[in-house]
C-alpha cells in the first residue's frame, strides 16, 4: 500500500505540539487558583486558595420551614427595616493529598462552636486545613430557597399534582428577582421585590397553602 | 508498596478484562463475519469504498455495532486486509467505541437530548475531518481476494475459526497493549485523581481529561453513565467530551495498531489531529452545552474508576480487599463474557495445532457436494444483508428493553441494593457500602431508562425524586468514602426515606 508522504520538518512540528500538548497538561493537573469567595485563614502556608463550591449552608430542611424562611425575608424586604447583617457561616476545609490527586472534605460549624473534622480512617495524609467564613445575605438566600424549592418539595412527601404546583409558583418568583439578586446592590433588590410584590405574594401564598396540606401522594 | 501496586493493578485488570471481554468477543466474531461471509469486495462496497459515502458509512455502521475500543480492533484489521479506505477506517474505528443504541439511549436520560446529540455530532466531525485527511494518498496497491468459504457447515466452521484465530494472533498483542496501558495508568494515578479538578470553572479541564484519557479503557455504557454524571454534577462539558472521545473511543492499543499498520509518524499525526479537534470543540460546547439550573458539586467521581483503588495510607490487607472486590465485581458485571473469551482462545490454540496438519483453507473452499437434503437454498446477498441489518436493530432494541426494565421489575431488585446499602452504611462495612451504593445509583439511573424507552418520556416529578435519592446516595458515599461515623445514621435514614419516595413515584407512575 502506498505511504502518505510526511515531510521531517512537519514531524518535528507534530512531535513539539505533542509535547507541549503534555506540558500544558502537566501543568493544569496542579490545583488551580482562584478567587476566594470568602475569607479564610490556613493552617498551611499555601498560596493558592480554592473557590468553595457552593455549598448549600442555608438551604432549609424541610418544605415548611423553607416557605417560612422566604416569607420572612418577603415582609422583611417590603418594609422599611434595614438591611439584617449577611448570616455567616465558618466552614472547616480539610484537604488530603496534594496536586490533581488533592481534594477537599468541608465541615460546616454547628451551633456557634468551631468546625471540627470528624474522626475517620481512610488512611489519606491532611496537607492542609482552612477555615473559611462564608456569608449570606438575604437576597442571595431568598433567590437560593427559590431554585431549591422544587428540589426540598420532592425530599417530602408531597403530591406529584401539588409538587408541579410549588415548582411552578418558585419558579415564577424566581424569574421575577433573579436579575435583581445578581446585581449584588440592596436598593435594587428590595425595589424588585417591591416592584413585584402582589405577584410574589401570590405566589408566597399558594406555596403556604400547599405547605399547610397534609402530606399525600395522588 | 509493592503490594499497593500489585493490589490495585491487579484489581484493575481484572476489572478491564471483565468489561471487556463480551465486547472483544463480539468484535473477533464481526471481523470473521466480514471475512468469511461477506468477502472483501463486499466489505468495501458496504463501507463506500468507491462513493463519496466512505466516511459516513464509516460512522453509521460504527453506530450500529456493539463493539468497545478494544473490540473494534479486530474489526479494523479485517477492514485493512479487506482494501477499506483508511479514512473510513479512522471513522469506523473511533466511532464504534462511542456510540451503539444502548448507550446513546442510556445518554439521553441522564443529559439533555440536545447535550447527547450535539456529542454525537461533534463526533462526526471529528472522524470525518481526521477520514478526509487521512484519506489523502489513497492505496492504489492491489488487495488480494480470498475465496469465500462454500455455504453450510463449512462457512459455519470457517467463521468460527476465524474467530478463535483472531485471538491467539497479533490482535492479542495489540489487545494486551490496550489492557496493560489502562491498568498502568490506573495504578499511577493515585485514588482521589482529578476528584476537584474537573469543575466549570477549571479553564484548563478539557485539556487535563484530554491528557490523561488517552490510555483509558472504557465501556460505552460506562462512559455514558459518567457523562452523565458530570452533567448532573455540574462539571466541565468539555471535559466530559474529552473523556468520551479519547477515553472511550481510543486505547494504546488501537494506536499501536494504526502505528504498525500506517508507520509511527503516521500515527503521532493522527493522535495530534485527533486531540487538538477534539479539545477544540470541547471547548467550543463546554458553556453553551452547560445545563441550567445546576448547582456545580465541587467534585467528581468520574474518574474514580480509572485510578487506583486503594489510597496510599491504607495498607491493611490490601491483597485480600482486592480479591474480594475482583469477585463482587465478576458477580454483579459477568455475563458470560469471560467464558466465551476464554473458549475462544482454548480454541484457537486448539486450531493453531490443527493448521499444521490441515489445510483448513482447502477444506473450507473446496466442493461442498450435491445438495443431498434438498433443504439447502442460496439467498441473494441483499436479502441476507437486511436480515443481517434488521436483526443487528431487533437485539439492539430488545437488549435496551432487557438492561432497561420496566419499573416495576427493577423496583424489586432495587429495594434490596438499597437495604444492602443502607445496611452497610450503618455497620460501617464501608467497602459493602461502597460497593452497593455504586449499584443503587446505577439501578436508578436505569429506572428512569427504563421508563423513557417504555412511555417516550420521564415525568419532572419522578426525574426530581430519582435526582433527590441520587444526591442522599452521594452524601452517603462521601461518609464512606472519609470512614466518618458521625451523622452516618441519619445519612443512611435520609437514603431510605428518599428511596420509598422514589418507588412510589415510580409506581404510581401509570396513576397519572
Known amino acids: 500500500m502506498s505511504r502518505l508522504n510526511l515531510p521531517k520538518r512537519m514531524f518535528v512540528l507534530c512531535l513539539s505540539m505533542i509535547c507541549t500538548v503534555y506540558v500544558i497538561g502537566f501543568s493544569g493537573c496542579q490545583k488551580t487558583s482562584a478567587n476566594a469567595n470568602s475569607t479564610s485563614t490556613s493552617n498551611g502556608d499555601s498560596s493558592t486558595t480554592k473557590k468553595l463550591p457552593k455549598l448549600r449552608f442555608h438551604q432549609p430542611r424541610t418544605f415548611d420551614l423553607a416557605v417560612k424562611r422566604v416569607r420572612e425575608i418577603f415582609e422583611f424586604a417590603i418594609s422599611d427595616e434595614p438591611m439584617p447583617a449577611p448570616k455567616t457561616f465558618r466552614v472547616l476545609e480539610v484537604v488530603h493529598g496534594t496536586g490533581a490527586a488533592g481534594h477537599s472534605h468541608y465541615y460546616l460549624a454547628k451551633n456557634g462552636e468551631e468546625p471540627q473534622e470528624p474522626e475517620d480512617d481512610h488512611g489519606h495524609v491532611t496537607t492542609d486545613k482552612k477555615i473559611h467564613e462564608v456569608n449570606v445575605d438575604v437576597a442571595t438566600e431568598m433567590i437560593d430557597i427559590f431554585r431549591w424549592l422544587p428540589e426540598i418539595a420532592a425530599t417530602g412527601d408531597m403530591g406529584e399534582s401539588d409538587w408541579k404546583s410549588a415548582k411552578k409558583h418558585a419558579n415564577e418568583v424566581k424569574d421575577l428577582i433573579e436579575a435583581a439578586a445578581k446585581s449584588n446592590d440592596d436598593t435594587t433588590w428590595r425595589n424588585s421585590i417591591k416592584d413585584n410584590r402582589d405577584q410574589i405574594e401570590s405566589a408566597v401564598k399558594k406555596l403556604e397553602t400547599l405547605s399547610a396540606k397534609p402530606s399525600s401522594q395522588d | ?512
Not at chain 2, 32 to 51: H, P, S
Not at chain 2, 448 to 456: D, I, M, N
Not at chain 2, 481 to 504: C, H, N, P, W
Request: proline fraction near 4%.
Open chain 2, 1 to 512: 508498596m509493592l503490594e499497593y501496586y500489585l493490589a490495585g493493578g491487579g484489581l484493575r485488570l481484572a476489572q478491564t478484562i471483565i468489561y471487556a471481554s463480551i465486547w472483544i468477543a463480539t468484535g473477533c466474531v464481526i471481523a470473521a463475519a466480514f471475512r468469511r461471509m461477506l468477502g472483501r469486495e463486499k466489505v468495501r462496497r458496504i463501507f463506500g469504498n468507491d462513493t463519496r459515502w466512505g466516511l459516513l458509512a464509516g460512522w453509521l455502521v460504527g453506530m450500529l455495532l456493539p463493539v468497545c475500543s478494544l473490540g473494534v480492533i479486530p474489526v479494523v484489521r479485517e477492514m485493512h486486509r479487506a482494501g477499506v479506505h483508511r479514512g473510513t477506517i479512522v471513522a469506523f474505528g473511533l466511532t464504534a467505541p462511542l456510540f451503539n443504541p444502548m448507550s446513546v439511549l442510556y445518554g439521553l436520560t441522564l443529559s439533555d437530548p440536545i447535550a447527547i446529540l450535539s456529542f454525537s455530532l461533534c463526533a462526526l466531525v471529528i472522524v470525518s475531518v481526521l477520514g478526509l485527511i487521512w484519506n489523502r494518498g489513497l492505496d492504489t496497491s492491489e488487495v488480494v481476494e480470498e475465496e469465500l468459504p462454500c455455504p453450510g457447515v463449512k462457512r459455519m466452521v470457517a467463521v468460527f475459526h476465524s474467530a478463535t484465530r483472531e485471538l491467539v494472533g497479533p490482535t492479542l498483542l495489540f489487545l494486551s497493549i490496550g489492557i496493560l496501558g489502562s491498568v498502568i495508568l490506573a495504578i499511577c494515578l493515585p485514588k482521589g485523581y482529578l476528584t476537584d479538578q474537573v469543575e466549570r470553572d477549571n479553564a484548563l479541564a478539557p485539556l487535563v481529561v484530554a491528557f490523561i484519557a488517552t490510555p483509558i479503557y472504557s465501556t460505552p455504557l460506562l462512559a455514558m453513565s459518567q457523562i452523565g454524571g458530570m452533567f448532573q454534577h455540574g462539571n466541565s462539558i468539555g471535559a466530559a467530551f474529552s473523556l468520551l472521545i479519547l477515553g472511550a473511543g481510543t486505547n494504546l492499543g488501537l494506536f499501536a495498531w494504526f502505528g504498525v499498520t500506517y508507520g509511527v509518524r503516521r500515527v503521532i499525526l493522527l493522535f495530534i489531529l485527533l486531540a487538538v479537534t477534539t479539545v477544540g470543540l470541547a471547548y467550543a460546547i463546554d458553556k453553551p452545552l452547560y445545563p441550567e439550573g445546576v448547582e456545580p458539586a465541587g467534585h467528581s467521581h468520574a474518574f474514580d474508576v480509572y485510578t487506583h483503588p486503594f489510597d496510599p495510607g491504607y495498607e491493611k490487607d490490601m491483597a485480600r480487599i482486592a480479591t474480594v472486590k475482583a469477585n463482587d465485581f465478576w458477580k454483579a458485571n459477568e455475563f458470560g463474557g469471560t467464558y466465551v473469551l476464554a473458549l475462544m482462545i482454548v480454541f484457537g490454540i486448539v486450531f493453531v495445532f490443527v493448521e499444521r496438519m490441515v489445510d483448513l483453507q482447502a477444506w473450507f473452499t473446496s466442493d461442498p457436494g450435491k445438495n443431498s437434503n434438498g433443504l439447502d437454498r442460496d439467498v441473494p446477498g441483499w436479502l441476507l444483508g437486511i436480515t443481517v441489518v434488521a436483526g443487528l436493530i431487533a437485539a439492539s432494541v430488545a437488549g435496551c428493553y432487557l438492561y432497561y426494565p420496566a419499573p416495576d421489575d427493577l423496583l424489586g431488585d432495587m429495594q434490596n441494593v438499597n437495604a444492602d446499602a443502607v445496611l452497610a452504611a450503618k455497620h460501617h462495612d464501608w467497602e459493602a457500602a461502597d460497593k452497593w451504593i455504586g449499584f443503587s445509583d446505577d439501578l436508578s439511573r436505569r429506572l428512569e431508562v427504563g421508563v423513557f424507552l417504555r412511555r417516550g418520556s420521564v415525568g419532572e416529578f419522578q426525574v426530581a425524586k430519582a435526582r433527590v435519592y441520587r444526591e442522599k446516595l452521594d452524601n452517603l458515599k462521601q461518609a464512606v468514602d472519609t470512614r466518618t461515623t458521625e451523622g452516618i445514621e441519619d445519612l443512611a435514614k435520609d437514603v431510605m426515606t428518599s428511596y420509598f419516595q422514589l418507588s412510589k413515584s415510580f409506581r404510581n407512575i401509570d396513576g397519572s
